[in-house]
């Protein structure tokens, strides 16, 4: 019994009646229990912010076990985590993470970028490492309330925002390797400055395949924190020769799956006339980008489709290089909650240098034009469906 409860604890989404009848608390935002810091942080100047350096006042934890559910929600002041050496996240990786940015608008107001999908993807990858799902609006409900009480570091202007990292971690002791039966959320916040302080600067990429991010029936698609730590050597090893990220290949074919933490788009002139705007297919090697998925549904909506062919296909090293070669690579750029858009200048590939070109100056056109589309609506400068969502 003990066990078939756990079972379907961890299977909320493809049961969702069961988790009713099981009797476990579910996560419950209005459950929050909020105690404020009687030390509160300095905030550090705008121009002193460093990517993930520094942290506000407050953070969120949740607490699950697979006897009780989802415990209180927590908001309290950022503080150590105390856990026995022998938790099973040190151990077997039971680790997983998102990734999404608090923007302050003209009227004050914090809002964040398509959320419902950071919910949507964390609970795929709790899924896919047997952690337990949790509704993801409840779990933004919770976001919100510590948003509003630490809105002060949400610092304002084009390219500020506060960077969110919800996490997951299992955290039953014991070294057996199994379904943890209790678990961690925890929720930090960092505020960021523009990626670009000044304007665009277009990266060198080098393209790798003796190291292969992600293969068909891996965990890729996942934001595991275990899919992060082998990219790092490859990527000093680019830096080694000169390029700033790795452009990582797939297969005998040498097909583009992503760059760096970043999914990529490249532009092609087709001899038709049309451009074409292609990415990576979701085949399971491709983390599922929100930024990937916001820049497609613009660009099917906005682009005049007379002029415009938006594809998702796989696309080889080796066609980039060919096209490059006949005038028919117009642009190319990752994308990501981070930078947005990062524009691409260059790409080795065996000895070689394919320059990418930069047709607006330091990236090409509809990079820009993508970046400002997105950018607006993040700010809440215009509204787009739902994408935007306001604190309260
Ligand atoms: C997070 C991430 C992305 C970008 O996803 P966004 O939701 O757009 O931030 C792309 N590729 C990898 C490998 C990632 O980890």
Redesign the pocket.
């Known amino acids: 019994m003990k066990s078939l409860q756990r079972i379907l604890a961890s299977r909320p989404l493809r049961y969702p009646q069961v988790r009713y009848l099981s009797g476990l608390a579910r996560l419950d935002a209005s459950k929050t229990i909020i105690e404020k810091t009687t030390s509160p942080i300095a905030k550090l100047p705008k121009d002193q912010l460093v990517f993930g350096q520094s942290f506000t006042d407050h953070m969120v934890e949740i607490e699950w076990d697979a006897k009780k559910g989802w415990a209180a929600p927590r908001i309290s002041p950022y503080k150590n985590l105390s856990l026995d050496p022998a938790t099973i996240v040190f151990h077997y990786g039971f680790e997983l993470f998102?990734?999404?940015k608090a923007y302050k608008d003209s009227n004050g107001n914090i809002r964040t970028f398509r959320s419902d999908?950071?919910m949507l993807?964390m609970n795929q990858s709790a899924e896919r490492i047997a952690l337990p799902n949790f509704d993801g609006e409840e779990l933004m409900k919770v976001i919100d309330k510590f948003l509003v009480l630490d809105q002060a570091f949400v610092p304002e202007g084009a390219g500020y925002s506060l960077y969110l990292r919800p996490t997951m971690i299992g955290t039953s002791v014991g070294l057996g390797v199994g379904t943890p039966d209790k678990a961690l959320i925890f929720v930090i916040a960092s505020p960021v400055g523009p990626y670009y302080s000044t304007g665009f600067k277009p990266v060198a990429l080098e393209a790798t395949d003796y190291a292969v991010?992600?293969w068909p029936g891996g965990v890729?698609n996942k934001?595991l924190g275990a899919?992060?730590a082998p990219c790092i050597q490859p990527q000093t090893q680019a830096a080694s020769r000169g390029y700033q990220q790795n452009l990582w290949l797939f297969g005998e074919e040498g097909y583009i799956t992503?760059v760096?933490?970043?999914?990529a788009f490249f532009v092609f002139q087709n001899e038709d006339g049309k451009k074409e705007l292609a990415t990576a297919p979701l085949d399971g090697t491709?983390?599922?980008?929100?930024?990937?998925?916001?820049v497609l549904q613009l660009a099917r909506e906005r682009l005049p489709a007379d002029e415009w062919i938006i594809s998702e296909r796989k696309f080889t090293i080796g066609e980039v290089k060919e096209r490059a070669a006949k005038g028919q690579l117009v642009e190319a750029f990752?994308?990501?909650?981070?930078a947005v858009v990062s524009p691409i200048d260059r790409i080795g590939w065996k000895g070689e240098d394919i320059a990418v070109p930069v047709a607006a100056g330091n990236s090409g056109e509809l990079t820009a034009q993508v970046a400002e589309w997105i950018r607006q609506i993040q700010y809440g400068e215009t509204s787009y469906k739902d994408w935007s969502r306001v604190a309260k």
């Open positions: 998102e990734g999404l999908k950071n993807r991010r992600a890729g934001k899919n992060y992503e760096g933490t970043m999914n491709i983390l599922e980008g929100v930024t990937r998925d916001s990752g994308a990501g909650t981070a």
